[in-house]
């Protein structure tokens, strides 16, 4: 049957209309679709204040990350009440990459020193890398007569509750460092707290205490000078800053590690497509040879490890200390901001 022209322009003129409306519908739907990440800048969130070691990693490596990136990296230094404010701010972010924190051990030790935290580290946080890490330096006095880990365990067996050793506060990590060694070498060893790691090093040198445990920025130039003797350190495997320098484990106390560390943190249930792109970048600002010379220049060994490695360091670490601070019997505080 033949169509007549009106009936031809008729279904004309509904086929335009019709293509009109699904290309406007097609076209709303790509405007509505988001940026590809990053769109705007990233806010990196810091536990402790500018200049300490999670700061400088925070800076060094988000600087090298932004710039790949194309987004600018800003750091906001939310120190107090050990981290807990920096990762509660983070907790409560949108999870949409935009919104990160920089984490160091404390964070795991945190949740066994505190009532009633206001978030969880494991379950509220979607790890991204671990960065670096840095062990302590297990230092004594000059006139101490030990020379490995296993002469200063039978010292402190020999002279049970004699031995007092400086600490940069209750529940600072070298404070549990020497919680953790007093108990796997079942000795008797007294803990005195300072108002921090380098007020603990100088009584060392005065004599008021025996030892401590340093971290390397502050015992290693004492060491280097005589007024400190290093006996180890307390990494699981030697220190390329002191590669002479047994570890503790290797040198009386097997199976022992601590050290300090400083990785990077998202919201929980951020996209994993976002936490992957941060991982890669993260990784290649760490295999950047100028991102490696002033990290290392800093004491620090460079990791770089996938979130699933991360997140099982959390875990672990979590469970690990609150094991030792129920030992040591430390009371742990209510939580109020």
Request: proline residues 7%.
């Amino acid at each position: 049957m033949a169509l007549s022209s009106r009936h031809f322009r008729a279904n004309t003129s509904l086929a335009v209309g019709v293509t009109t409306l699904v290309s406007a519908f097609f076209c709303g739907d790509a405007s509505a679709q988001p940026a590809p990440y990053p769109a705007k800048p990233i806010r990196v969130i810091v536990m402790f204040p500018a200049g300490s070691g999670v700061d400088i990693v925070a800076r060094i490596v988000g600087q090298k990350v932004g710039e790949s990136l194309g987004q600018q990296f800003t750091i906001d230094n939310r120190a107090g009440a050990g981290g807990i404010i920096a990762a509660d701010a983070t907790a409560k972010s949108a999870p949409d990459g935009y919104t990160l924190v920089m984490v160091s051990a404390a964070h795991t030790i945190n949740a066994s020193l505190y009532t009633k935290l206001p978030y969880d580290p494991v379950r509220d946080f979607s790890p991204i890398s671990l960065l670096a890490s840095t062990p302590y330096l297990l230092v004594v006095h000059p006139s101490l007569p030990v020379k490995t880990v296993a002469d200063f365990i039978a010292l402190a067996k020999a002279r049970p509750g004699q031995l007092s050793y400086g600490t940069g506060g209750v529940g600072v990590g070298s404070h549990l460092a020497g919680e953790l060694f007093k108990y796997m070498a079942k000795i008797d060893i007294v803990d005195v707290p300072y108002r921090g790691g380098p007020f603990a090093a100088t009584d060392t040198i005065a004599g008021q205490v025996q030892f401590t445990f340093s971290n390397v920025p502050t015992g290693l130039p004492l060491v280097k000078t005589g007024r400190l003797k290093a006996v180890a350190v307390t990494s699981a495997h030697r220190f390329a800053m002191v590669r002479d320098l047994p570890t503790v484990a290797e040198s009386g106390l097997p199976g022992y590690e601590v050290v300090t560390w400083q990785g990077l943190l998202a919201p929980a249930k951020t996209p994993t497509g976002v936490i992957s792109r941060l991982h890669s970048e993260s990784l290649k600002a760490l295999a950047n040879p100028d991102v490696r010379e002033r990290l290392t220049g800093q004491g620090l060994e460079i990791v770089g490890n996938s979130p699933e490695e991360f997140a099982k360091l959390l875990a672990d670490e979590t469970a690990r200390w609150r094991r030792v601070v129920q030992a040591a019997k430390i009371k742990p505080q209510n939580f109020s901001q």
